[in-house]
């Protein structure tokens, strides 16, 4: 299967299943990464692998849908079947969606649906949380909405600030993200309505849930 990865910064996410596909952990090839910002250090990452790259700036289209359509054919020409989005800091429209439905995962830094959007460790500093962590869904039409298929769960500490509590939950979406990419290359992923099975396993033993180790309160 030819995966397309969608990312907009520094890419870590990107790295982790560049990662897990060279360790044949993912069995399944990354293609292509595209972004919408021309220095985006994923781009540099992705090169380093001999990945193909390709950016696509919003503003070089006289619209949003010329956009995604441009996005499409670019995808559809890399026979690309699954499409990861690692920090791209767009919201995917109907355009792309109606053509890779079932086929686009995201990852979010908070235990969906809880705290979606940007932002979500400081969003959940804020609330007061006891346990942060972060999700892998499908995408749907809605901001962090899509059906869930993996969440790891952080202990949020009381001396914790955004950039602690981030770090550890890097940590567990660089663990549960390729997790989530070979259950769906093996075809164990069943969406019914809102949720996301892992075929031949049962629902209590399926790894829908990862509880991370936790560390010592600093």
Same mark, same amino acid.
């Given at each position: 299967m030819n995966i397309a990865v969608l990312a907009s910064g520094r890419g870590t996410n990107l790295q982790a299943l560049i990662d897990a596909t060279e360790a044949g952990k993912i069995s399944a090839r990354i293609v292509l990464v595209v972004s919408d910002v021309e220095s985006a250090y994923a781009l540099q990452r992705a090169a380093r692998h001999g990945i193909e790259t390709r950016v696509l700036r919003p503003k070089e289209f006289p619209d949003r849908v010329r956009f995604e359509e441009e996005m499409v054919r670019v995808l559809r020409s890399r026979q690309v079947g699954l499409?990861? =989005? %690692?920090?791209? @800091?767009?919201? =995917?429209?109907? +355009? $792309?969606? /109606?053509?890779?439905?079932?086929?686009? @995962?995201?990852?979010? #830094?908070? =235990?969906?649906?809880?705290? #979606?959007?940007?932002?979500?460790?400081?969003?959940?500093?804020?609330?007061? $949380?006891?346990?942060?962590?972060?999700?892998?869904?499908?995408?749907? /039409?809605?901001?962090? +909405?899509? #059906?869930?298929?993996?969440?790891? %769960? $952080? #202990?949020?500490?009381?001396?914790? +600030?955004?950039?602690?509590?981030?770090?550890?939950?890097? /940590?567990?979406?660089?663990?549960?993200?390729?997790? %989530? $990419?070979? %259950?769906?290359?093996e075809g164990r992923l069943k969406i019914e309505g809102r949720r996301v099975h892992f075929r031949g396993e049962e629902s209590s033993r399926s790894g829908e849930v990862v509880l991370s180790p936790v560390p010592q309160q600093p």
């Open positions: 499409i990861c =989005l %690692a920090g791209f @800091m767009r919201i =995917l429209g109907s +355009t $792309v969606i /109606e053509n890779f439905r079932g086929r686009i @995962m995201n990852i979010h #830094p908070a =235990l969906l649906p809880s705290f #979606p959007g940007l932002h979500g460790q400081r969003q959940a500093l804020e609330y007061g $949380v006891k346990i942060s962590g972060c999700t892998v869904h499908f995408v749907d /039409e809605g901001v962090d +909405t899509g #059906p869930i298929i993996i969440q790891a %769960a $952080v #202990p949020v500490f009381s001396g914790d +600030t955004e950039e602690s509590l981030s770090s550890r939950i890097l /940590e567990q979406e660089h663990r549960i993200y390729p997790l %989530a $990419v070979q %259950a769906f290359v």
